[in-house]
């Protein structure tokens, strides 16, 4: 289920996962607040699964996703620029052949 940008000062960053991946490489609400607890981090943050609201692209500076999600033809690659405006990064995790 798509997550809303969670408060924080700081980029933006989109975390974008399918929730049939393996546990391992499946990304959750719960693991994002952990990792910003643990590292005393408060950063905007959104979660998507499978391309589904790419509103949530729109104040994104960064995407962490994984290749296949990048590959997907639902990803606005054409349209990246209009759909995400503030993006300076992409971080491909679990990279492979599609």
């Known amino acids: 289920m798509p997550m809303p940008a969670s408060a924080g000062e ?3 960053i989109h975390f ?5 991946k393996p546990r391992v490489f499946r990304v959750t609400q719960a693991l994002i607040d952990e ?8 950063l905007p943050t959104s ?3 499978e391309w589904r609201d790419l509103s949530l ?3 994104a500076v960064g995407i962490v996703t994984g290749i296949d999600l990048i590959a997907d033809p639902k990803f606005p690659r054409r349209h990246l620029q209009d759909v995400a405006p503030n993006l300076r990064w992409i971080q491909v ?3 492979e052949r599609c």
């Open 10 to 12: 700081g980029p933006h």
């Open 16 to 20: 974008e996962t399918r929730p049939t």
């Open 35 to 42: 990792a910003k607890a643990r590292n005393k981090i408060s």
């Open 47 to 49: 979660l998507g699964e």
């Open 57 to 59: 692209l729109s104040a």
């Open 93 to 95: 995790t679990r990279a």
